[in-house]
């Protein structure tokens, strides 16, 4: 102990040489100006808090961990196999079949348990890749998946009742991508489903099914598949190499990517060992043999080394990312049009008061329309109104004067008619006269007074008019007779 | 109690649905080796506590914190020496990065001198609550800027350490009720008994009964609060620690000798009063609640529960305004709830978006 505060007190008194400078503490901190002044102190005894990172591993024991891995490769790469091999169990049997239309995902979780390690862990796989004649769309249906991940945790997050702890992480970790060993180069839609992928996910490539390939080839295999991906601009994971403890194996490994796997669970006996391997007439393939394959090293580095660093790579990197570019996709910045900053509940009021004033302006322009559009049908049936109006009185008129007209036609008629009896009467008095005596007076005073009673008979003032207008003796004979 | 708070723990419960079955594996294939690369990554980004002494003046507040981390933080002030006592409340922050066996802490201490001093101390509570209030304001606009930052500097105040003067009366004076029901809703507190070498053991049994009585009463859930044990383990632990709350301790940062140990202490005519001596007082069990079992649960609590509910509240709070929701909803989820009529003291918070006239009272 006292070597240890020997040991603190000379790196301090190095730190306190560079601080002499600094001023006593007792710093104002006034809300908004906190100033931060972390000077290292030394301590003159043993507090305790070196149990500070087994408290925080004793924590995350109880939360359990989880760890999503989706594997990319076409069907009967042996994904399923490698995902059995490593994590050194039979999660599933049946195989799956060449002949989907589509390229889906199919996710299944496990528990595992190692020692007081919980693991949920995420195995994601995708059936049918490659296998359709057209494969334009196979690469989609990942990125929308990993994409959906992404969604998930930032709808969790942007709650306001949230619970973050309780969550499970479903975000994919790391992305296995199985090549085939052609021992030529990438495919096309290996290429294309690997940039579509990197800015989302960490990727490792492997060779699939490495057995088929000799060590040569694979060599060359190895350096073609790099310098293809990079001089695509392919982002694949790199070990990480920054802490001390790890870097040197990590920067080893980098130069063995993309590693050349061997996945079986079939046990062999070699020597007097049961080993996993692969049995064929020319030899045994053994799975943890390194010279045979690298699958030790990918155990080894997903694993065993680097598993938190790939969790916290897709939180820090990949995901806030995601969330920023759905952010500003939606209209909100960080800084406003005067780069002042701006926040995102000021950018989604000021949003929200606009999609308000747009709302109020349509509402407005609708009921407008619709008093417009009242008020022309109005018009339209005032006029039609008047129109029949007009016709009406027309008509009336017309009907008016035709009345008028028929009545002057018929007066006409009568008069005509009066007329035409008078000279039949006279006509026929003649011929009476010419044929008879005068004796027959009475008879002729009988004519006329029927006639003259007819005639009163007819009536109207067109007779008596017709009278007045008539002989004189037609006019005397009545007033004697009566 | 409060009904925005979450009844489950801050760490999850070990799932059990039948849609994870779980697997057996054949071999060791090293899963377990995750919990060596967590420390490496814990070590190499260090640790962030923060901590406040609230209590009256010349309560030793300043020496329990240089006892604490066993270094001078501050320079005691002696009474009657030094500086006078302020007027009004005055929040004081000092950070400091120690450093033991690889382990790096950066440890912030809020001092509140004037706390309680005033003749009227009416809302003297006020200002600290707006302190923590804004440490979580701080933090939640960092939280939600578009480009964050990869790791948000945590300046909330993960325990707040109240200090009782050691009357040995029946009960809790008001302003201690008052500020303990207030506070205890935002933050972990852990009241202690200060300068207890006054108090005879017995003195000091029946004081801690009474208060413990009091706060029980009163509905004041101090640190470790029941509703937050997880499991049966930690049921029993945090009800030994519940036993003894309040701690009855003294401070000192000066060494003497006492049986050829050189141990921190306070020399009186009668004697030395060992500080790391659990028969003279409990110094040792507040140290190891606060510092060696309790530290990564403090923070827990703080981020999981209170900051959440300060979050909730924050976001719920925009609802009352007419000018409408506060929040993105990207998916149609359920309405958020209004905001639900809390307990006074949140009436009286700190917020900037308004254009109401809050308390403003710093």
């Given at each position: 102990?006292?070597?240890?505060?020997a040991?603190?007190?000379?790196f301090?008194?190095?730190m306190a040489?560079?601080?002499a400078g600094m001023?006593?503490?007792?710093?104002?901190?006034?809300?908004?100006?906190?100033?931060d002044n972390?000077?290292s102190?030394t301590?003159?005894?043993?507090?305790g808090?070196?149990?500070?990172?087994?408290?925080?591993v004793?924590r995350?024991i109880?939360?359990?961990?989880?760890f999503?891995?989706?594997?990319v490769?076409?069907t009967?790469i042996g994904?399923?196999?490698?995902i059995?091999?490593?994590?050194?169990?039979?999660f599933?049997d049946h195989e799956?079949?060449?002949f989907?239309?589509h390229?889906?995902?199919?996710?299944?979780t496990?528990?595992l348990?190692?020692s007081n390690?919980?693991?949920?862990?995420?195995?994601?796989?995708?059936v049918g890749?490659g296998?359709q004649?057209n494969?334009e769309?196979?690469?989609q249906?990942i990125?929308?998946?990993?994409?959906?991940?992404?969604?998930?945790y930032l709808?969790?997050?942007?709650?306001?009742?949230?619970?973050?702890f309780?969550y499970?992480?479903?975000?994919?970790h790391v992305?296995?991508?199985?090549?085939?060993?052609?021992?030529?180069?990438?495919?096309?839609?290996?290429?294309?489903t690997?940039?579509?992928?990197?800015?989302?996910v960490?990727i490792?490539?492997?060779i699939?099914k490495a057995?088929?390939?000799?060590?040569?080839?694979?060599q060359?295999?190895?350096?073609?598949l790099?310098?293809?991906?990079?001089?695509?601009?392919?982002?694949i994971?790199q070990?990480p190499?920054d802490?001390?403890t790890i870097?040197?194996?990590n920067?080893s490994?980098?130069?063995h990517?993309?590693?050349?796997?061997?996945?079986?669970?079939d046990?062999?006996?070699?020597?007097?060992k049961?080993?996993?391997?692969?049995q064929y007439?020319?030899?045994?393939?053994?799975?943890?043999?390194e010279?045979?394959?690298?699958?030790?090293?990918?155990r080894?580095?997903?694993?065993?080394?680097n598993?938190?660093?790939?969790?916290d790579q897709t939180?820090?990197?990949?995901?806030?990312?995601?969330?920023?570019c759905?952010l500003?996709?939606?209209?909100f910045?960080?800084?406003?049009p005067?780069h002042?900053?701006l926040?995102?509940?000021e950018?989604?009021?000021?949003?929200?008061h606009?999609?308000?004033?747009e709302?109020?302006?349509?509402e407005?322009?609708m009921?407008?329309?619709?008093v417009?559009r009242?008020?022309e049908?109005e018009a339209?049936?005032?006029?039609?109104?008047?129109e029949l109006?007009?016709?009406?009185?027309?008509?009336k008129?017309?009907?008016?004067e035709?009345r008028?007209?028929?009545?002057e036609?018929r007066?006409?008629?009568?008069?005509?008619?009066?007329?035409?009896?008078?000279?039949k009467?006279?006509?026929e008095i003649?011929?009476?006269?010419?044929?008879?005596?005068?004796?027959?007076?009475?008879r002729?005073?009988?004519?006329?007074?029927?006639l003259?009673n007819?005639?009163?008979?007819?009536?109207?003032?067109?007779?008596g008019?017709?009278l007045?207008?008539?002989?004189?003796?037609s006019?005397?004979?009545?007033?004697?007779?009566? | 109690m409060?009904?925005?708070r979450?009844p489950p723990?801050p760490?999850?419960?070990?799932?059990?649905?039948?849609?994870t079955?779980?697997c057996?594996m054949?071999?060791?294939?090293?899963?377990e080796a995750?919990?060596?690369?967590l420390?490496i990554k814990?070590?190499?980004?260090?640790?962030e506590?923060?901590?406040?002494v609230?209590?009256?003046?010349?309560?030793?507040?300043s020496t329990m914190?240089?006892?604490l981390?066993?270094s001078k933080?501050?320079?005691?002030?002696?009474?009657?020496?030094?500086?006078p006592?302020p007027k009004?409340?005055?929040?004081?922050?000092?950070?400091?990065?120690i450093?033991?066996?690889?382990v790096k802490l950066?440890l912030?201490?809020?001092?509140t001198p004037?706390f309680?001093?005033?003749i009227?101390?009416?809302?003297c509570?006020d200002p600290?609550?707006?302190?923590?209030?804004e440490?979580?304001?701080?933090?939640l606009?960092e939280?939600?800027?578009?480009?964050r930052?990869r790791?948000?500097?945590?300046t909330?105040v993960?325990c707040?350490?109240?200090?009782?003067?050691?009357?040995?009366?029946?009960?809790?004076?008001?302003?201690?009720?008052e500020?303990l029901?207030?506070?205890?809703q935002t933050?972990?507190?852990?009241?202690?008994i200060?300068?207890a070498?006054?108090l005879?053991?017995?003195e000091?049994?029946?004081?801690?009964r009474?208060?413990?009585?009091?706060?029980?009463?009163?509905?004041?859930?101090?640190?470790?609060?029941k509703?937050?044990d997880e499991d049966?383990n930690?049921?029993?632990?945090n009800?030994?620690?519940r036993e003894?709350?309040?701690?009855?301790?003294?401070?000192a940062?000066?060494e003497?000798?006492v049986?050829?140990?050189c141990?921190l202490?306070?020399k009186?005519k009668?004697g030395?009063i060992?500080v790391?001596?659990m028969?003279?007082?409990?110094?040792?069990l507040?140290r190891?609640?606060?510092?060696r079992t309790?530290?990564q649960d403090?923070?827990?609590?703080?981020?999981?529960v209170?900051?959440e509910n300060?979050?909730?509240f924050?976001?719920?709070?925009s609802h009352?305004?007419?000018?409408?929701?506060?929040?993105?909803?990207?998916?149609?989820?359920?309405?958020p709830?209004?905001?639900s009529?809390?307990?006074t003291?949140?009436?009286m918070?700190v917020?900037?978006w308004?254009?109401?006239?809050s308390?403003?009272?710093?």
């Amino acid at each position: 102990m006292a070597s240890e505060v020997a040991r603190h007190l000379l790196f301090q008194s190095h730190m306190a040489a560079k601080t002499a400078g600094m001023p006593s503490q007792l710093p104002d901190s006034e809300q908004n100006q906190k100033k931060d002044n972390t000077r290292s102190l030394t301590m003159s005894g043993h507090v305790g808090f070196e149990s500070l990172p087994d408290q925080l591993v004793n924590r995350s024991i109880q939360q359990g961990f989880c760890f999503n891995i989706l594997c990319v490769g076409e069907t009967g790469i042996g994904k399923s196999t490698l995902i059995d091999t490593l994590f050194n169990t039979n999660f599933e049997d049946h195989e799956s079949s060449h002949f989907y239309p589509h390229v889906r995902l199919k996710a299944q979780t496990y528990e595992l348990q190692e020692s007081n390690v919980h693991l949920k862990l995420t195995i994601v796989n995708t059936v049918g890749f490659g296998d359709q004649i057209n494969k334009e769309e196979s690469y989609q249906p990942i990125v929308d998946y990993i994409d959906a991940q992404f969604e998930a945790y930032l709808q969790e997050e942007l709650k306001i009742k949230r619970s973050l702890f309780n969550y499970h992480d479903s975000r994919i970790h790391v992305c296995l991508y199985f090549i085939s060993p052609t021992g030529h180069s990438l495919k096309t839609l290996d290429l294309l489903t690997m940039k579509s992928l990197d800015s989302k996910v960490n990727i490792i490539p492997v060779i699939a099914k490495a057995d088929a390939i000799s060590k040569t080839e694979l060599q060359k295999f190895k350096i073609k598949l790099m310098s293809e991906l990079v001089s695509n601009g392919v982002q694949i994971y790199q070990f990480p190499t920054d802490d001390e403890t790890i870097a040197k194996i990590n920067a080893s490994m980098n130069g063995h990517l993309p590693f050349a796997v061997v996945g079986s669970m079939d046990e062999v006996k070699v020597g007097n060992k049961m080993v996993k391997a692969r049995q064929y007439p020319w030899g045994i393939v053994q799975v943890e043999n390194e010279n045979h394959c690298d699958f030790v090293k990918l155990r080894e580095m997903l694993l065993c080394t680097n598993m938190e660093d790939l969790r916290d790579q897709t939180h820090t990197r990949h995901y806030e990312l995601y969330r920023r570019c759905k952010l500003e996709e939606l209209g909100f910045t960080d800084v406003g049009p005067e780069h002042e900053p701006l926040s995102l509940q000021e950018t989604y009021e000021a949003k929200r008061h606009e999609f308000y004033g747009e709302r109020q302006r349509k509402e407005e322009e609708m009921k407008q329309t619709f008093v417009q559009r009242v008020k022309e049908k109005e018009a339209m049936l005032k006029e039609a109104e008047r129109e029949l109006q007009a016709k009406f009185e027309h008509l009336k008129r017309v009907h008016q004067e035709e009345r008028i007209k028929l009545e002057e036609k018929r007066r006409l008629l009568e008069e005509e008619i009066i007329a035409f009896s008078k000279k039949k009467a006279t006509s026929e008095i003649h011929q009476n006269q010419s044929f008879m005596v005068p004796g027959s007076s009475l008879r002729k005073d009988k004519d006329r007074k029927k006639l003259s009673n007819a005639q009163v008979l007819e009536g109207g003032s067109g007779v008596g008019e017709a009278l007045r207008a008539g002989s004189l003796s037609s006019r005397a004979r009545p007033v004697l007779q009566r | 109690m409060d009904p925005l708070r979450q009844p489950p723990s801050p760490c999850s419960s070990r799932p059990s649905s039948p849609r994870t079955p779980s697997c057996e594996m054949l071999g060791y294939v090293g899963i377990e080796a995750v919990l060596d690369q967590l420390k490496i990554k814990a070590m190499k980004m260090g640790f962030e506590f923060n901590i406040m002494v609230v209590g009256q003046s010349g309560l030793g507040k300043s020496t329990m914190v240089n006892t604490l981390f066993k270094s001078k933080m501050w320079k005691s002030t002696l009474p009657g020496l030094g500086v006078p006592t302020p007027k009004t409340l005055q929040l004081q922050s000092v950070t400091h990065v120690i450093e033991e066996k690889g382990v790096k802490l950066k440890l912030t201490v809020t001092d509140t001198p004037g706390f309680g001093d005033q003749i009227n101390n009416d809302k003297c509570w006020d200002p600290i609550l707006g302190y923590i209030n804004e440490q979580y304001e701080r933090y939640l606009q960092e939280e939600i800027l578009i480009t964050r930052q990869r790791h948000i500097p945590d300046t909330r105040v993960h325990c707040c350490v109240y200090f009782v003067p050691p009357t040995g009366h029946c009960s809790l004076r008001p302003l201690d009720i008052e500020f303990l029901q207030r506070l205890c809703q935002t933050v972990n507190v852990v009241p202690v008994i200060a300068r207890a070498d006054s108090l005879t053991i017995e003195e000091r049994e029946a004081f801690r009964r009474r208060i413990q009585h009091n706060l029980r009463t009163h509905c004041i859930e101090v640190y470790p609060q029941k509703c937050f044990d997880e499991d049966i383990n930690d049921r029993i632990l945090n009800s030994k620690i519940r036993e003894r709350i309040p701690f009855a301790v003294v401070g000192a940062d000066r060494e003497h000798l006492v049986n050829g140990r050189c141990v921190l202490g306070r020399k009186t005519k009668w004697g030395i009063i060992e500080v790391e001596n659990m028969a003279h007082c409990e110094f040792p069990l507040l140290r190891d609640l606060l510092i060696r079992t309790h530290l990564q649960d403090l923070k827990d609590i703080t981020h999981n529960v209170h900051y959440e509910n300060y979050r909730v509240f924050r976001l719920n709070k925009s609802h009352v305004l007419p000018r409408g929701p506060g929040w993105v909803n990207l998916a149609p989820g359920p309405a958020p709830s209004p905001a639900s009529p809390q307990a006074t003291p949140r009436t009286m918070k700190v917020c900037r978006w308004t254009q109401d006239n809050s308390d403003d009272e710093y």
